[in-house]
């Protein structure tokens, strides 16, 4: 289990913009398993939408590959480094995600070579699959 100081260890990003809360498993360059509890008090809820907060798929998506990243940046030779999208590919929104969900982000690499790999994604909530597809990354140095 990683707590939010481990995981910025990990991964650059930071708030408003650091996607999970903990990590509850990963293996290094493998998988990785993250929450995100969503909070009304976030910024992207004043405006998505005033009348029925949702939050917005692209954040799921982002949290998503934020826990990929967990997994692919905490390699030993991926330390220090950044990995960014190349790709999001068979992306599919099953259920929105509101504030008081807990976001369960899970997240297998499937294939990489060199600095390029994809990861097969899913985030549920209470078991519902809100968000599942494909993400591509590229590993940068910083």
């Given at each position: 289990?990683l707590?939010?100081?481990?995981?910025?260890n990990?991964?650059?990003?930071?708030?408003p913009?650091l996607?999970?809360?903990k990590?509850?498993?990963?293996?290094?360059g493998?998988s990785c398993?993250?929450y995100k509890?969503?909070c009304?008090?976030?910024?992207?809820?004043?405006?998505?939408f005033?009348?029925k907060?949702?939050m917005p798929?692209?954040?799921?998506?982002?949290?998503?590959a934020?826990?990929?990243?967990?997994a692919?940046?905490?390699?030993?030779?991926?330390?220090g480094?950044?990995?960014?999208?190349a790709?999001?590919?068979k992306?599919?929104?099953?259920t929105?995600?509101?504030p008081?969900d807990?976001l369960?982000?899970?997240?297998?690499i499937?294939?990489?070579k060199?600095?390029?790999?994809?990861g097969e994604?899913?985030?549920?909530?209470n078991?519902k699959v809100?968000?599942?597809?494909e993400?591509?990354f590229a590993?940068?140095?910083?």
């Amino acid at each position: 289990m990683l707590d939010i100081n481990e995981i910025m260890n990990i991964i650059p990003q930071r708030a408003p913009f650091l996607m999970i809360d903990k990590v509850e498993e990963y293996v290094p360059g493998k998988s990785c398993i993250a929450y995100k509890n969503v909070c009304i008090n976030e910024p992207h809820f004043q405006g998505h939408f005033p009348y029925k907060p949702i939050m917005p798929g692209v954040l799921i998506v982002e949290a998503l590959a934020q826990a990929g990243a967990v997994a692919i940046l905490s390699l030993e030779e991926n330390k220090g480094k950044n990995a960014l999208f190349a790709g999001i590919d068979k992306l599919k929104f099953k259920t929105p995600v509101l504030p008081g969900d807990v976001l369960k982000l899970e997240v297998n690499i499937i294939k990489q070579k060199g600095p390029i790999g994809v990861g097969e994604a899913v985030a549920t909530v209470n078991g519902k699959v809100a968000a599942k597809g494909e993400l591509t990354f590229a590993i940068v140095d910083k």
